[in-house]
C-alpha cells in the first residue's frame, strides 16, 4: 500500500522550486478558480478541476494555481471557471468539461491566447 | 448527483465555509450497509436553523434562495432503504451521518473518493480533513496534517502533490477492496 512517507521524492524537488518561487512577487501567478457549490459539483465541476489539476502538474507549470469558489449565483451555466492571468482581465468561461479545461491549459494558459468561443458572453 | 463522493464533496464544502478547522470523513461499508459520516468543527447550526436544514429552501448562500445540498444526500439515502440525520450545536460543530443499504438497487455508487479528496484540498482550504475507510474490516486513513508534517513546507495545493494523493488514494481503495462501491 502506497503511504504519504513516499511523497519524500516530490517533496525534494518541489522544495528547491518553492524557495525560488517564494522570492517572486505574489502578483504573477495565474489563478484558475473552479466554482465548486452544489449547482457547479451537480454539473461536473469535480472532474473539471481534477483536469486542470492533471494538465497545470504534466506540463509542469509554474506559477499556476488551481482553486475552487462557492456558487456565483449563475448555477445554470456550471460548469464555471474563472482564469485570472495577471496583468489581464479576468475572464469567466462557462460549461466548462474536461475538453474544454485542457483547451482553456493549453491555448489560454500556457499560449495566451483566450478561448473565445467557451466566454461567458457569446454563449449566456 | 451521480455518485455519493460527489455529496461527501458537497457537504465537506459546507464544513469548509462553516470555519471547520478539522473535518472527519468517515465512509465505511460492512454488512450490507454503507456509513458515510462527516463531521466538523465548525460554527454549528441553532435549533431552529437545524430544525429547517434538510428543508431545500433553507440556505446559507445569498446568491440564491435554494440549497439542495443536504436535501440531495438524503434523498439518496432514503431512496436506498438507509437513514439520514445531521447534529449539531452553535459553537461545536456538525456531523452528517448517512445510511445506504449496499445492495439496494436504487443505492448511487460511492464512485471517485481520490478526485473528491484531491477537489477539497486542492486550493486554498483553511480545514484539515481526515478520511477513514474501511470495507469489511480493512482500511486506511488519510490525514491533511500527516501530509503536510511530510511535506515540510512544500504546499498541498502543488498540483504534483495532488496527482501524488490522488494515485495513492486510488491505490488504497483497490486495496482494500473499495473501488467497487
Known sequence: MKSIADIKAIREKMQ??????DNQDAASETRIVVGMATCGISAGARPVFNTFVDEVAARQLKNVKVTRTGCMGMCALEPIVEVHVPGEEP??????????AR???ANHIVNGNVCTEYLIGDNK | MRELALNILDICENSVKAGASLVRVSVAAADDLLTIEIADDGCGMDAEFLKRVTDPFTTTRTTRKVGMGIPLFKMAAEMAG????????????TTVRATFVLSHIDRAPLGDL???VVTLIGGECPSEFRFEVSVEGKGFVF?????????GGVPVSEPEVLVFVRDMI???????GGETL
Open chain 2, 82 to 93: 438507509g437513514s439520514f440525520s445531521v447534529t449539531s450545536a452553535k459553537g461545536v460543530g
Open chain 1, 103 to 105: 483547451k482553456i491549459v
Open chain 1, 16 to 21: 528547491g522550486q518553492i524557495n525560488l518561487r
Open chain 1, 91 to 100: 475572464v469567466t468561461y462557462i460549461h466548462v468539461d474536461p475538453d474544454k
Open chain 2, 170 to 176: 486510488k491505490e488504497n481503495m483497490i486495496d482494500i
Open chain 2, 143 to 151: 490525514d491533511t496534517r500527516e501530509l503536510k508534517a511530510e511535506l
Open chain 2, 114 to 116: 481520490a478526485d473528491t
